[in-house]
């Protein structure tokens, strides 16, 4: 059995490692779009900043390609699917036939139709070859369009390296698709106090400089720069998937064991639609962990397991200098035009702060800065098992001290969203 | 997947908060007498007026493992999950993700550190040895569940004798 995997991020890395450890006889092939080996694309803005030396990002080496028996075909851009004749045709028109097919190539990166985009000192941080072009640029004021996760790490790392850094987000505050307006306004704050420019509610309309970048013009004001980042989102590659007629809707649709619509064809990591493990809707989070679990069900279905998956969960955290931000499930935003009654509880001593999002009694979401952020994951866990919190409040006040050493999990639990009974955590 | 045979057991009920542990846990790791070298922690509830130790439980499907942006956080032989301090930058996705909030963040260097059991030590793990009050235990596997559905079964016979 030949199986051919298209991309070589966490994603499709993840299930020649699987599928190699499970069996030894299985022929793998890697086809990559770029030319190097297996690397991190979370840790790109840490070796941007200098946090980490170039090796560290590599997850693999060639040689470990060859120890793996997994060939790997580098700047093999794959342009089209053929799945009668089950061939992938690269870029260069080689044909490579094969048995199972897996779709790991991921996204790519959206850059907005902004007059002068194009131009020399425009850059961007989702590959390796773009960010070590970053890197070696040398300049000394800098902007970044967009502050998603990749715009806020972008321009952390470029402030570390010395630039003056402005953001500029279209939308009302910074991170908008993580975090609500109070929580966002805290991070504001401890980015200006870092140095760092935040302009929202603002557009770009035009990169002004002829060869050179050398301002940004917005609706509002012109920022001069020698350098820009666009970090405006990433879109699935659901191009490639369309030559073959696999029915795509945001990205590619996958069933729970990661079939695509056209028989022997997997498909996970970023470029896949699926659903929330919570709620059941359908989403995209284009998030590591979940490439990870995809993976895994992939490799595990191409040898015959017959396993679904789970769902994909929301789970993301920002940090910058000594600001720590943790954000899972919904915001108070995204609850607000669903059915039923919500509820907020939100904590605050200095500036951690802590705000859960409730859905008819139940945890749909919540976020969190500083010290409340280390308990955050007692708070997805009452997510998944979808705890009825009215009654974990009961129960919290008149919890017996016996039961103490099996229900301590509920007794911190209580403490967060217990919002009837004043509590107090110390750590020691 | 290596997992792991032996775990801690707590004993919140039995805890005095006198952070012994910490003790010999930042001298085992860290060579000096500090707890904020700790890679356990002891939360004290208030309300509860109970003392609670914070140990890694290292679950079998780790979220830890999977959210961390460097993969810096890596299973052992002896199946505990550790973090590599070459390459971790302390952004605490693992502390966010962890169901008990576990893994310590050593005050000094921003990067997290998760109990190891003491890896092999012939002692044990030291803080097992230094508690004074048994609060903290080593069990295999099934013992854990054993014990607390013997210690219920006893209880409701001291209620229905026969």
Redesign the interface.
Known sequence: MKTVIIGNGIAGNRVATELRQRNKEIEICILSAEDVPEYDPCSLPYYLAGNVGKTDIFKKTINDYKQLGINIAFNSKVVAINPEARKVITEAGIEIGYDKLVLAHGGALFFPPIEGISNAGVFSCKQMSEAEKLKFHKGRKAVVIGSGAIGIEAAEALKKKGYEVHIIELLGWILPVLFDEPTARILEAAMERQGIHIHTGEKVLQIKGDEKVTSVVTDKREIECDTVVVATGVIPGTALAKTALIETGRGIKVNRKMETSVPDIYACGDCVETFDSCTEEIVMFQLKHNAIEQAQIVAKNILGDNIGYLGAYAFARVHFFNTHAATFGKTMRATQCMLGKSELIEKQSGDDYLRVVLLDGRVIGGQAVGKYADYIGLLIGAMWRKDDIEQLRERWNKIPQAGAAYSWPLIQLGQLVGSAMPGSTNQI | METRREQLA????KCT?C?EC?LACSMKHQGVIN?KLAML??????????E?PVICMACDNA?CI??C???ARTRQKNGTVATNT??C?????C???????SPAVNPYTGQTMTCDMCRGDEAGPWCVVACREGALKITQDDILTRG?ARERAARSRAIFPN
């Open positions: 707590i004993d919140p009920l908060g952070q910490l707890p922690k002891i939360i004290r509830l208030e309300t509860q007026e109970l609670v979220p999977k959210v942006p460097m993969n070459d390459v930058i302390g952004c605490r996705a502390v966010y993700i962890c169901p008990v909030g607390a």
